[in-house]
């Protein structure tokens, strides 16, 4: 087997232009085969792979931004990187774009809009491909900057039925109508909501549960326990104390998240108030270790691995320039009930 030439620049790095001469391909031809672009036919793909895999080509992301206006990589803004929320998100987010030849980017905005204005000044700078984005909260100036960027952008977790915005989620205050309404069905009629952080998809949760306990003559304004802390399991024991302290009448609690339930089932534990028998207690998201709980933890299995999946192909197609024939895709949420309710 004759050895992979290996022409460079005087710097001596490899080029896209070396690596197409050696797949016997034009350069055009070589970046659309590693970018992962339809209309490449397969044989040459691979022969542009194993050229640049033979010469250990590196694609430089600043002459690729120059050539095309736009480089490879996108930023993904998300909240928080200790919530496995977000974790099973981003993973499948890269996993779907890595292939492509796109290169996630993870922002970490803590809730913080200012915070998620300033990374993304810093990130639009640098003439990404695309932009996936947590939820519509946001300032002003950081509309601006998306609109003016000409990026293309897919909201993920919420939805948006508005011309010319793309989001991948569900409905949060469906969701949280649903957990409520099944706490009604067990009988339940001092409901109360704990929730902790009180970012804009926990408020829209909170705002499903009013609807649901409206609906049928039970709201009880009194019955709800926010706290702007960090959620934790901890914070979550804490506030359940707090509220059987205050309201001992309470006959089920939805905490706005499982990590507030895992603790709120500790702490019933150790106080011993019986669940479900004295106290029902359901969560939010699914998250690892609700399941082995004692008991079980009933609470809403949010798609969000999914969600990063299905942004990533949106976003994919948008990069491409192609029609997105479903801008508001809606992935719904499974109500997963357990021994605790």
Do not use: W
């Amino acid at each position: 087997m004759t050895q992979p030439e290996r022409r460079r620049r005087p710097s001596g790095r490899i080029t896209l232009s070396d690596v197409a001469r050696q797949a016997g391909v034009s350069p055009i031809t070589a970046s659309r085969a590693l970018r992962g672009e339809r209309g490449v036919a397969q044989e040459l793909v691979a022969r542009v792979k194993q050229a640049a895999a033979d010469m250990g080509y590196v694609p430089d992301p600043a002459a690729r931004a120059l050539a095309s206006q736009r480089g490879t990589q996108v930023p993904v803004l998300i909240p928080l990187l200790s919530n496995a929320l977000f974790v099973d998100l981003v993973e499948a987010v890269h996993a779907t774009l890595l292939p492509h030849g796109y290169q996630p980017l993870i922002g970490v905005t803590h809730y913080d809009p200012a915070e998620e204005e300033q990374l993304l000044r810093s990130f639009l700078a640098q003439r990404p491909a695309g932009l996936l984005l947590t939820g519509f909260d946001r300032t002003p100036a950081a509309r601006r900057l998306i609109e003016s960027s000409g990026v293309p952008c897919v909201y993920l977790m919420e939805l948006s039925n508005t011309p010319g915005v793309h989001s991948v989620g569900f409905s949060q205050q469906e969701a949280g109508q649903a957990i409520t309404a099944h706490l009604l069905t067990r009988g339940h009629r001092r409901v109360a909501f704990v929730a902790a952080q009180l970012d804009p998809r926990t408020l829209q949760r909170a705002e499903g549960y009013r609807r649901c306990l409206r609906q049928a003559g039970l709201y009880d304004p009194k019955l709800e326990l926010l706290s702007a802390q960090p959620s934790s399991m901890r914070l979550g024991g804490e506030l359940l104390q707090e509220l059987l302290q205050r309201h001992p009448d309470v006959d089920a609690v939805f905490f706005c998240n499982d990590d507030l339930a895992q603790g709120g089932l500790l702490a019933a534990l150790r106080l011993g108030v019986e669940v479900p028998g004295r106290l029902a207690v359901a969560g939010f998201n699914d998250l690892s270790g609700s399941d082995q709980m004692l008991p079980p933890l009933t609470t809403v299995r949010t798609p969000r691995r999914a969600i990063g999946e299905a942004a990533a192909h949106m976003l994919l197609a948008l990069m491409r320039g192609e029609s997105v024939p479903q801008p508001s895709h809606d992935l719904g949420f499974e109500l997963v009930v357990r021994g605790s309710s």
